[in-house]
Structures are given as C-alpha cells and as structure tokens.
C-alpha cells in the first residue's frame, strides 16, 4: 500500500517562504510523477503542482507560477514544495499525491499552510 | 484549461435512497488513445480525498459495488444505488485528459 506523509506546514507571513515535504512509502517512487494539490478552507480542490519521474518536467497552475517550485528527491522517496512570496490567498491544506496515468490513486493526509499576520 | 461543472452541489439524501451526480466537461474527455480519464473522488468529513472510480467507470479496489460511473464525452455521472451512512461527504470529479487536470467544484452529500 502507497503511503504518502506530509510535513512542513505552518503559520507564516506574507511574502515569507515555507518548504513542504512528502515521504513516500510503498511505491517505486523514482518511477513516479506526484502532484501538489490544495484545498482552501472551507472550499474544493485545486491543482496546484506536477512533477514528472526524473524531474525533467515541472508544471504549474498559473496562479503559483514564478513563486513556487515543485522538486523530487528519488533517493530519499521526497517530494518538496518550495513556496516562496507567500500571500494570503495561498492559506490552505496542502495534499501530495501520486499520478496514475491520468488520475491521481493516492492522496497524503494534508499539511495546512497559514499564511497571516 | 478545461471546466468541470457539476450538480447538484448539495444533495441531501434519505438512508437506502439512491443518489446521482452530475459531471459536465467543457470539452470532449477522449484522449487520443481512446480512453477517457474522468475520474471521481470521495471526501469525507476531515479526511483526504479518496479515489472511487477512473477512467468513467473502473471501481478501485475496495470501493462498495453501490457506486458506479457512466458516461462518455463530456457528460458523466456517479451514481449511489442505496446511500449509507458512511457515503457522507463531498464528491468531486476530475478530468486527467487534458493538460492541467481540473476539478468540479464539488457535490455535498447529505442525509435527509
């Protein structure tokens, strides 16, 4: 079974920078393209971030694009969320998940991201 | 980018009832291979979304048989044959076939 635990979450101020991380277990994860999605209080879900398997291809929604960088460590089984020019619209839980050939099979349990004053 | 609109987004519902979501894409979901990669999700109260049915009808393992998908182009649906307790949540479908995947807004289901 594919576990995926997030980290990195937390209160921080606009226009800091916070670093998400996901472990992930019980999959070939250097064969894996993952995915950041978040979800707004209260609100849906929201596509954020996708990573291909060896990194060679990054994509982002545009309303992320230029202050976030998604990365994957192969050797550590980690995903990484850099966020960095942190506004309030950007507060929300963050899930990591992997791709599945056009869907998305497993889901981490969240990290919420605050971002106040 | 492609928009995913569903309805209802509230459906209250009475135990043993059946229930149906509707899923509207805003372009064709047939990928050039032939596959359509609509996808449905369950998200219960505090938890994770979790995926129920891929590519319109294929039920992950462990999924209850009272849940189905149907549909083809740009028109899907979810259906719950007799709700339960347990089914209570938001539902949302996702279309993985067009370059960024997006999201309907969601379907609270509720019992009556």
């Known amino acids: 079974e594919v576990q995926l635990v997030e980290s990195g979450g937390g209160l921080v101020q606009p226009g800091g920078s916070l670093r998400l991380s996901c472990v992930v277990s019980?999959?070939?994860?250097?064969?894996?393209?993952m995915h950041w999605v978040r979800q707004a209080p209260g609100k849906g879900l929201v596509w954020v971030s996708r990573?291909?398997?060896?990194?060679?291809?990054?994509k982002y929604a545009d309303s992320v694009k230029g202050r976030f960088t998604i990365s994957k460590d192969n050797a550590k089984n980690t995903l990484y969320l850099q966020m960095n020019s942190l506004r309030a619209e950007d507060t929300a839980v963050y899930y990591c998940?992997?791709?599945?050939?056009?869907?998305?099979?497993?889901w981490g349990q969240g990290t919420l991201v605050t971002v106040s004053s | 980018d492609i928009v995913m609109t569903q309805s209802p987004l509230s459906l209250p519902v009475t135990l043993g009832q059946p229930a149906s979501i509707s899923c509207r894409s805003s372009?064709?979901?047939?990928?050039?291979?032939?596959?359509?990669?609509l996808n449905w999700f369950q998200q219960r109260p505090g938890q994770s979304p979790r995926r129920l049915i891929y590519?319109?009808?294929n039920r992950d393992s462990g999924v209850p048989d009272r849940f189905s998908g149907s549909g083809s182009g740009t028109d899907f649906t979810l259906k719950i044959s007799r709700v339960e307790a347990e089914d209570v949540g938001v539902y949302y479908c996702m279309q993985g076939t067009h370059w960024q995947y997006t999201f309907g807004q969601g379907t609270k289901l509720e019992i009556k």
């Open positions: 590519k319109v009808s």
């Open positions: 990573i291909n398997r060896d990194e060679s291809n990054t």
């Open positions: 372009q064709s979901l047939v990928y050039s291979d032939g596959n359509t990669y």
């Open positions: 019980g999959s070939t994860f250097s064969g894996d393209w």
């Open positions: 998940a992997r791709d599945n050939s056009g869907s998305i099979d497993s």
